[in-house]
């Protein structure tokens, strides 16, 4: 039968060109149809998707789309298909080939602009926050970034070390360093480094795991509060950890080793006045003042692009080192950054894992995690207002994937910080000129360059000018905080507002770590306890009527017949919001819509009659099924009639496995509200 069905195939094309053209379009018309054949274009899903829907469509008016039947069984589909599938999972499949020569000059003009702003600050990063190399920020604003240029969806994304997750890793090894009984070494610093490439391999490994079984929707469980909260209180401890070197307290900060946030505090406040470098202190203030005044004037030519574009803080960065250089300020008291080797291990490549340093996998565990989640939250933001702003689509489930290959990739190299988006960057990313993930290989490329060739000549850069760098990240860090503190106070937003001050507090009184996890925690139970609550609402007739309205929603509405409740279950069922059915339900019988408290007297008599509107119940789950069976028993058993009306087919074959339709009978089965009280008033009771 198979042999055959070529020959109808044709002999049926045959007969619809001879009915349906003259017979000397007939041989255009075939030679169109086996041209058609033979190219296959290229096809996004979305088109296989539409294709697919048009063929059913055309099947059931009638229409036999004859093309596509042949082609289905044609292998070159399946290579077309399998080549779809390559360039959705590695998106650099589709846009290199079709890279086009008019986006270079917006592509390396953003790539130099960023890499301009991203090499003063990794190397602020990796030497004043994770307590690093500079050469490990570097080799972290490069490598990660290459990687995910490669898997990525965001054309305009910047992958790169980032304050807050710097900081997370730095105390992570300083925490280590001190239950080792070891000091901040001067120079090289193997237990730094392996620890830090721990925690960016199990970031990675995470992150990668997260996308590789569609865990993406993480981004919508936790709460925009609990981002603030956390990200001011990252703001508020990177703030007075950069306050010792802008006073020159790093060397007795050192000595005294406070270990909280507020024993820090308390150094600064108490020695910055008799013991700070008088120098270093004026150089900060400089350099901090220069910044503000750039980027200010800035500002006022954003229409002027040169001006607009001005790296300001590779122009501070460059003019400080040239005179701490000029003038000897190291001389004076003032920490430079002195010769920082280009390489970070014994070689440039290593195992993350090798040289015994399985050990510091189970303490670093948590902070890898932590890194994960609050480095994809960022990025994940910063490229959908990207996509949105430029109008391509974001796959969080790919985007993970690919944050967390280029972590993987960055783990061999010795010390590379964890590498995720950042919304600042990616910004001036997209303003620049960059149009596709070119940009982020472009800027990769020159911070390589930098590595290999610029380190020389920072030899006198001020490590207090490093930290006004960051004193100036975190400005934009805690920007948008006193708007969003504002506006839930306006809205009445307790819960936000309590769960973003709890996790402030916790941050800075306990650790970041417990600070996030707790409100992380908190934040899960909220989302739980909400799901928990089956969405129903009692429906009443409206009069002259046979219309069933919420009471709620309707004033007019009533409940015509005395002893009977009519619930609608406005959600599909499961074991999350099933659990709490029984006890709601009660609620509802006893107090109708009001809220009242449960010491109060019921206002209402318990149902002789209770009717289910079931048109939103799409599903229900086994054991949303059996809790289900439980609550109908217990009020069959208490002499309630039971009507479920609205029951959608597949609820029904649900209800049938479990036993409900034989425990209330299939005659309790109604089509309609209106059915189900026209047998209520028709039975005597």
């Known amino acids: 039968m198979s042999s055959?069905?070529?020959?109808?195939?044709?002999?049926?094309?045959?007969?619809?060109?001879?009915?349906?053209?003259?017979?000397?379009?007939?041989?255009?018309?075939?030679?169109?149809?086996?041209?058609?054949?033979?190219?296959?274009?290229?096809?996004?899903?979305?088109?296989?998707?539409?294709?697919?829907?048009?063929?059913?469509?055309?099947?059931?008016?009638?229409?036999?789309?004859?093309?596509?039947?042949?082609?289905?069984?044609?292998?070159?589909?399946?290579?077309?298909?399998?080549?779809?599938?390559?360039?959705?999972?590695?998106p650099s499949l589709a846009w290199i080939p079709q890279y086009s020569w008019s986006l270079l000059?917006?592509?390396?003009?953003?790539?130099?602009?960023?890499?301009?702003?991203?090499?003063?600050?990794?190397?602020?990063?990796?030497?004043?926050?994770?307590?690093?190399?500079?050469?490990?920020?570097?080799?972290?604003?490069?490598?990660?970034?290459?990687?995910?240029?490669?898997?990525?969806?965001?054309?305009?994304?910047?992958?790169?070390?980032?304050?807050?997750?710097?900081?997370?890793?730095?105390?992570?090894?300083?925490?280590?360093?001190?239950?080792?009984?070891?000091?901040?070494?001067?120079?090289?610093?193997?237990?730094?480094?392996a620890v830090s490439s721990v925690i960016t391999?199990?970031?990675?490994?995470?992150?990668?795991?997260?996308?590789?079984?569609?865990?993406?929707?993480?981004?919508?469980?936790?709460?925009?509060?609990?981002?603030?909260?956390?990200?001011?209180?990252?703001?508020?401890?990177?703030?007075?950890?950069?306050?010792?070197?802008?006073?020159?307290?790093?060397?007795?900060?050192?000595?005294?080793?406070?270990?909280?946030?507020?024993?820090?505090?308390?150094?600064?406040?108490?020695?910055?006045?008799?013991?700070?470098?008088?120098?270093?202190?004026?150089?900060?203030?400089?350099?901090?003042?220069?910044?503000?005044?750039?980027?200010?004037?800035k500002s006022q030519f954003q229409k002027t692009w040169w001006i607009y574009r001005l790296p300001e803080v590779l122009i501070v960065v460059g003019l400080s080192t040239f005179l701490s250089g000029e003038f000897r300020w190291d001389k004076g008291g003032v920490d430079i950054l002195g010769a920082v080797s280009v390489t970070t291990g014994e070689r440039f490549i290593e195992n993350p894992l090798g040289n015994n340093r399985w050990k510091f996998l189970h303490p670093t565990t948590s902070t890898a995690?932590?890194?994960?989640?609050?480095?994809?939250?960022?990025?994940?933001?910063?490229?959908k207002q990207n996509g949105a702003r430029y109008g391509h689509p974001i796959s969080p489930n790919r985007e993970l994937v690919a944050l967390g290959a280029a972590n993987l990739v960055g783990s061999f190299f010795p010390g590379t910080l964890?590498?995720?988006?950042?919304?600042?960057?990616?910004?001036?990313?997209?303003?620049?000129?960059?149009?596709?993930q070119m940009a982020s290989i472009i800027c990769s490329v020159v911070v390589l360059i930098a590595t290999f060739f610029l380190l020389p000549w920072l030899y006198f850069l001020p490590r207090c000018v490093l930290a006004t760098v960051i004193l100036l990240v975190v400005y934009s860090l805690i920007a948008e905080t006193p708007h969003d503190v504002l506006y839930y106070w306006r809205m009445s937003a307790w819960v936000d507002l309590g769960v973003m001050t709890l996790t402030f507090v916790l941050s800075i009184v306990w650790n970041l770590e417990a600070g996030i996890v707790i409100?992380?925690?908190?934040?899960?139970?909220?989302?739980?306890?909400?799901?928990?609550?089956?969405?129903?609402?009692?429906?009443?007739?409206?009069?002259?009527?046979?219309?069933?309205?919420?009471?709620?929603?309707?004033?007019?509405?009533?409940?015509?017949?005395?002893?009977?409740?009519?619930?609608?279950?406005?959600?599909?069922?499961?074991?999350?919001?099933?659990?709490?059915?029984?006890?709601?339900?009660?609620?509802?019988?006893?107090?109708?819509?009001?809220?009242?408290?449960?010491?109060?007297?019921?206002?209402?008599q318990q149902a002789s009659v209770l009717v289910f509107h079931l048109a939103d119940v799409d599903s229900v789950d086994a054991s949303a099924a059996q809790i289900f069976h439980e609550l109908l028993e217990e009020y069959r058993n208490r002499g309630v009639d039971l009507y479920l009306t609205h029951v959608h087919h597949r609820a029904y074959k649900t209800f049938a496995k479990a036993g409900i339709v034989e425990l209330i009978g299939a005659d309790a089965f109604r089509e309609t509200v209106a059915d189900a009280i026209t047998i209520v008033e028709s039975t005597p009771r």
């Open 519 to 604: 409100s992380m925690v908190l934040s899960l139970l909220l989302v739980v306890h909400r799901s928990s609550k089956t969405r129903m609402t009692i429906l009443g007739r409206i009069p002259g009527t046979d219309r069933w309205k919420p009471l709620k929603e309707n004033p007019e509405a009533e409940e015509a017949v005395s002893g009977v409740l009519i619930v609608r279950i406005r959600e599909n069922l499961d074991f999350a919001n099933t659990a709490q059915l029984k006890e709601r339900l009660r609620r509802i019988e006893l107090y109708g819509i009001h809220k009242l408290h449960p010491s109060e007297e019921p206002t209402r």
């Open 201 to 297: 391999l199990q970031a990675g490994l995470f992150s990668f795991m997260l996308g590789f079984f569609r865990l993406g929707f993480i981004d919508v469980v936790l709460s925009r509060a609990l981002l603030r909260g956390f990200i001011t209180a990252v703001a508020v401890v990177i703030l007075i950890e950069q306050l010792a070197p802008v006073f020159g307290l790093t060397k007795l900060m050192r000595t005294a080793d406070p270990e909280g946030t507020l024993q820090k505090l308390h150094f600064i406040v108490t020695h910055a006045w008799e013991h700070a470098n008088p120098l270093t202190t004026t150089i900060s203030l400089l350099s901090l003042s220069t910044l503000v005044c750039l980027r200010w004037f």
């Open 105 to 193: 000059g917006g592509d390396v003009l953003a790539g130099l602009t960023v890499a301009c702003i991203l090499i003063p600050q990794s190397i602020s990063y990796a030497s004043s926050l994770a307590k690093l190399s500079p050469v490990t920020g570097l080799i972290s604003a490069a490598i990660p970034g290459i990687v995910y240029a490669f898997l990525g969806t965001s054309r305009q994304l910047n992958v790169a070390p980032e304050a807050a997750l710097s900081l997370l890793l730095g105390q992570a090894v300083q925490q280590i360093r001190h239950d080792m009984g070891r000091e901040i070494p001067e120079g090289f610093d193997a237990l730094g480094l």
């Open 369 to 383: 995690i932590l890194i994960a989640v609050a480095g994809f939250l960022d990025s994940i933001v910063a490229a």
């Open 4 to 90: 055959s069905r070529p020959a109808l195939l044709h002999a049926d094309i045959d007969r619809l060109l001879a009915s349906s053209v003259p017979a000397s379009s007939a041989a255009s018309a075939t030679e169109s149809i086996m041209a058609i054949d033979a190219v296959s274009p290229r096809k996004t899903i979305e088109d296989e998707e539409a294709e697919q829907q048009t063929g059913l469509l055309d099947q059931e008016s009638g229409v036999v789309d004859y093309r596509s039947i042949a082609s289905s069984r044609d292998p070159r589909r399946k290579r077309n298909v399998l080549a779809t599938r390559a360039k959705y999972y590695i």
């Open 418 to 436: 964890p590498a995720y988006g950042s919304i600042t960057r990616s910004r001036i990313n997209g303003d620049v000129g960059a149009r596709t």
